[in-house]
T-cell receptor
Framework: AQTVTQSQPEMSVQEAETVTLSCTYD???????LFWYKQPPSRQMILVIR??????QNATENRFSVNFQKAAKSFSLKISDSQLGDAAMYFC????????????FGTGTRLQVFP | NAGVTQTPKFQVLKTGQSMTLQCAQD?????MYWYRQDPGMGLRLIYY???????DKGEVPNGYNVSRLNKREFSLRLESAAPSQTSVYFC??????????????FGNGTRLTVT
């Protein structure tokens, strides 16, 4: 069975600085998808970025980028030029290519942004 | 642009009571999901429906039932609520496979307390 581990329950960053959130996963599959979701205090889950395992190029979305290390099964999220609005819970998630249609989430990292 | 709508937002039940959580999406998505979110546990899949007329168990289905009423609506029922079911419940939808093109869209959640 696949698992997703986020070892940092909480992180903090100064406004305008850069922060990296860690995520590792375990799978025996060779192809899959990885995601980062953001959950602000409103509780709405928002997709931040996604990575397809067969693509070696790291995904980027504006200030958000990932460092995908397939051999190490690592999928970290880098937030550049942090803003107060980035404060939220961040969840790493894994999705198989199979037809199970299930998304497996990590336990989350709470990010605080200080002015 | 309603997206995924969940009702109610808050609910308090006594042990043994029953209730149904409602979820509707207006994006014409094929797949719908129910997750529960507990502190330190991340999101866990309760049930999902890959298409109208089908439902499947997720990681933690015990104590729950679901109904995919039509393509728009997917309800979650607690027949006899237990304190262990105190949680925040999220409904989500997606276009379906392939996952790279169909991220999850979440509702705002329902905070359920069972006393």
């Amino acid at each position: 069975a696949q698992t997703v581990t986020q070892s940092q329950p909480e992180m903090s960053v100064q406004e305008a600085e850069t922060v990296t959130l860690s995520c590792t996963y375990d799978t025996s599959e060779s192809d899959y998808y990885l995601f980062w979701y953001k959950q602000p205090p409103s509780r709405q889950m928002i997709l931040v970025i996604r990575q397809e395992a067969y693509k070696q190029q790291n995904a980027t979305e504006n200030r958000f980028s990932v460092n995908f290390q397939k051999a190490a099964k690592s999928f970290s999220l880098k937030i550049s030029d942090s803003q107060l609005g980035d404060a939220a819970m961040y969840f790493c998630a894994y999705s198989s290519l199979g037809d199970t249609d299930k998304l497996i989430f990590g336990t989350g990292t709470r990010l605080q942004v200080f002015p | 642009n309603a997206g995924v709508t969940q009702t109610p937002k808050f609910q308090v039940l006594k042990t043994g009571q029953s209730m149904t959580l409602q979820c509707a999406q207006d994006m014409n998505h094929n797949s719908m999901y129910w997750y529960r979110q507990d502190p330190g546990m991340g999101l866990r899949l309760i049930y999902y429906s890959a298409s109208e007329g089908t439902t499947d168990k997720g990681e933690v289905p015990n104590g729950y039932n679901v109904s995919r009423l039509n393509k728009r609506e997917f309800s979650l029922r607690l027949e006899s609520a237990a304190p262990s079911q105190t949680s925040v419940y999220f409904c989500a939808s997606s276009e379906g496979a392939p996952r790279r093109k169909s991220p999850l869209h979440f509702g705002n959640g329902t905070r359920l307390t069972v006393t």
